[in-house]
């Protein structure tokens, strides 16, 4: 490949690995990110993304020169994310640059104007001041009658109105009247006079936020301006950790994430058992962005499909901790998740000193808390890590993950998370998740319900259920959640992306840790009913949307 000639602020195409070229942007790298030995590289934030990553230069291309090849390569629904997310950002430059051109010539012709108009005064001021001499002159000539009469004159004033009078202003310097109004340089000019790479460096220090960066970086400089975070690198694990005020944290890549395939993958040997709607997206992930991954499920036919893609079969729940260095677990419910571990071939049997378990299941914070007694009391170490979305989601490597336990292995666990999930949060002592998940789901599976009340309620008075939807989309309730959701009603397709019967279980979990510290939940409550009358009328494995049956039958 011919050598590149590249330099801060270029748009560029970016490889990391066995991975597609990504769209990104050249950008100063943070103060105490140092720069790989070697061969020469720059610091590229990618388009569309979270991500960030040292490319060497063999590696780069331009933007603009290869961005048909490129087109015609990539179809992926991301990867046109983020080549519009590109456009965007340069007809936001072009717009600047306009307006930088207009205001520039706009104030010089403003400042030629009033220069113009400083001349045409101090040659005005040379022409009074011309004819003043040549009547003093003609004055004296006149005899001493007229001289008296100009001394006496200038008698009356004093020495400072005098010289005010009789000195003409210096050439070009505009009258006191004409100087206020320079036009002082305008914010915009500013801005854009710093250039649009001024929006990506990294501050010296916690100053001013950055207001007018590009828009597509916003969050990535936001954790370096604003203070309800404090920041910091974790360089060696190439981690961006932030650590709120609340005490939960979140963990990102500082150099890849799951949105463009650019992850690096850990190392150690990843196992998963349970690949229901939510554990198969995630192991598919997995597998995608170069784990090693050893897979168990209780219906050993749905392993076939990952065993075609590059995943090892584990016989027993037993088998896979044994030989991995990291097991995840997703299964159905409290029950299920202590079976599991619990159980003949189980979790517990497999775990000695080093072994790493981490239980994704949304449960009970005492059963999460049982389960990781026994197995530090082997020696293992345990992390809870419920997530947060649907099997759209969890295909997408769009989860949020909510974690809790074993601090060490969580950061073990970033590419993992990074693979299956656009965020993740540590949020403390084991327990903590469990309780954070429950009342997300909480707030999820009410809010649910209220939209199922709403439609019908307007089916029944002679409302268009279309144009309640029209109307809530074009509101403040507007969401990817309330759309799709209303449209599975309206269309009558209550195929699952998260089943009703889970959602009800939640529902049932989130009312008993409310009773455990005795505070209401009669909304929760409320809805919970609905879903039982909607799992009686044999609802339970459609999506949770069908709940909207429990008001029509």
């Known amino acids: 490949m011919a050598a590149v000639s590249l330099r801060l602020g270029d748009l560029v195409w970016g490889k990391l690995g066995r991975y597609p070229p990504w769209p990104g942007k050249i950008v100063n790298p943070p103060k105490d990110l140092k720069k ?36 015609k390569i990539n179809k992926g629904k991301r990867f046109q994310q983020a080549v519009d997310a590109v456009e965007e950002f340069l007809k936001k430059a072009k717009g600047k640059d306009q307006a930088s051109s207009h205001n520039s010539s706009e104030e010089k012709n403003r400042r030629n104007s009033s220069e113009e108009r400083g001349k045409q005064s101090a040659g005005e001021e040379k022409r009074k001041a ?37 000195s003409p202003r210096k050439r070009g310097r505009p009258p006191k009247d004409e100087k206020d109004l320079t036009i002082p340089e305008s914010s915009t000019v500013k801005r854009v006079m710093t250039g649009t790479v001024a929006g990506f460096k990294w501050p010296p220090g916690v100053s001013e936020p950055v207001k007018d960066g590009d828009p597509h970086f916003h969050h990535f400089l936001l954790s370096q301006t604003e203070k309800p975070a404090v920041c910091y690198q974790a360089i060696t694990k190439k981690l961006k950790v932030c650590e709120e ?11 890849s994430t799951a949105i463009n395939g650019s992850i690096t993958p850990t190392d150690k040997k990843i196992g998963f058992l349970g690949l229901g709607l939510m554990g198969s997206g995630i192991v598919s992930n997995l597998l995608k962005m170069g784990h090693t ?11 076939d499909l990952f065993i075609q893609e590059g995943a090892r079969l584990g016989r027993t729940p037993a088998e896979v901790v044994s030989t ?24 517990l049997q497999g775990i000695r000193p080093g072994k790493c378990y981490v239980d994704m299941s949304t449960v009970d914070a005492d059963t999460v808390t049982e389960l990781a007694q026994v197995i530090v009391s082997r020696g293992g170490r345990f992390l809870e890590a419920p997530v947060s979305g649907n099997q759209q989601l969890s295909n997408d490597g769009m989860l949020v993950i909510l974690a809790a336990g ?34 997300v789901n909480m707030v999820q599976g009410s809010f649910m319900a209220t939209i199922a009340e709403g439609l019908t309620l307007a089916q029944v008075t002679g409302q268009s259920q279309q144009t309640l939807l029209d109307i809530l989309n074009q509101g403040q309730l507007a969401s990817i959640f309330l759309d799709q959701k209303c449209q599975n009603i309206l269309q009558g397709n209550f195929k699952p992306d998260f089943y009703l019967k889970y959602i009800q279980k939640d529902l049932r979990l989130a009312i008993a840790l409310g009773d455990s510290v005795n505070h209401p939940t009669p909304m929760a409550a409320a809805a919970n009913e609905v879903y039982k009358r909607a799992k009686a009328l044999d609802q339970s494995d459609n999506d949770m949307s069908a709940v909207y049956r429990a008001y029509i039958h």
């Open 406 to 439: 074993d601090r060490g292995l969580y950061e073990d666990c970033s590419s993992c998370f990074q693979a299956m999930g656009k965020t993740s949060f540590f949020l403390g002592e084991v327990g903590n998740a469990a309780k954070m998940m429950l009342i």
């Open 245 to 255: 005020e609340t005490g939960s944290t979140s963990i990102q890549a500082a150099d």
């Open 293 to 303: 991954v050893t897979v168990w499920n209780r219906t050993a036919e749905k392993c």
């Open 130 to 166: 011309g004819l003043s001499e040549g009547k003093l002159k003609k004055s004296t000539g006149e005899g001493k009658k007229r001289a008296s009469s100009v001394s006496s004159e200038r008698g009356s004033k004093s020495p400072l109105k005098r010289a005010l009078d009789q």
């Open 324 to 347: 991995c260095d990291i097991t995840f677990a997703c299964v159905s419910d409290p029950k299920a998740a202590k079976d599991l571990v619990l159980g003949p071939s189980g979790v």
């Open 36 to 71: 790989p030995r070697g061969k020469k590289c720059f610091f590229v934030k990618f388009f569309g993304t979270e991500d960030h990553a040292w490319i060497k230069v063999e590696q780069l291309k331009p933007y603009h020169a290869h961005k048909e090849e490129m087109i």
